[in-house]
């Protein structure tokens, strides 16, 4: 079975335990799993766990299914409207954990996608990386922790595993003569567009 995730938060963690849904192996819908990021984790979660039953959940069924032939048997397209609550709701009534990769998280003014997980009882991951969005979603901690539902928000490159490199690098930069001020973090990820290649760039200072 698939292993239960971290609670939405530490002070959830005497929460009770969100109603498990029996079947002989746990099903993931990876939504926006027709994009890049979306393809890479389904891709990335057939590879750690195959005997996990993956759902690409986008609204490009080529491409979707496409992936779902690559990956294997346990793999199925499914055509969603994350915009669309009721049609979440439906897809979600079957499913373990929902990772939500479809971004960008900037132009949603709603957290339907959580909503939704929260509604139907189901695990809940999004790779969010607006702190605007994270902020709605961290509202929904209490409602989450009634439910017994684990969620997680920003687990995405940032803020999410930036947040632990600034952590990391504070913790080893420490010395008797105190702890750094000010940290700058930059890093570069790959874009492929067509036939070519770029690279983009990023950075903060935390302070």
Avoid at 19 to 36: D, F, N
Avoid at 67 to 92: C, H, Y
Avoid at 106 to 119: F, G, K, N, P
Wanted: aromatic share 6%; proline share 6%; net charge negative.
């Amino acid at each position: 079975p698939l292993r239960t995730p971290p609670a939405a938060a530490s002070s959830a963690a005497t929460a009770p335990a969100a109603p498990s849904k029996p079947r002989s192996s746990a099903r993931v819908l990876v939504l926006g799993g027709t994009g890049r990021v979306g393809g890479s984790t389904a891709t990335a979660l057939s590879k750690l766990r195959p005997d996990l039953n993956i759902l690409i959940g986008g609204r490009n069924r080529e491409k979707g299914e496409s992936l779902a032939s690559e990956l294997g048997e346990q793999s199925e397209f499914v055509k969603i409207d994350t915009g669309n609550a009721a049609m979440l709701e439906k897809a979600l009534e079957d499913v373990d954990l929902v990772v939500h990769t479809a971004g960008p998280f900037q132009r949603e003014a709603e957290c339907t996608v959580l909503q939704a997980a929260i509604s139907t009882k189901t695990a809940y991951i999004d790779v969010c990386d607006d702190m605007d969005y994270s902020w709605r979603a961290k509202a929904f901690h209490e409602e989450a922790k009634a439910q017994g539902v684990p969620a997680i928000t920003t687990a995405g490159i940032y803020p999410g595993v930036s947040n632990v490199m600034a952590a990391e690098l504070v913790n080893a930069a420490r010395s008797e003569d105190g702890e750094p001020e000010r940290l700058r973090l930059w890093w570069c990820w790959p874009n492929n567009i067509g036939d070519k290649f770029s690279a983009s760039w990023g950075g903060c200072n935390c302070i």
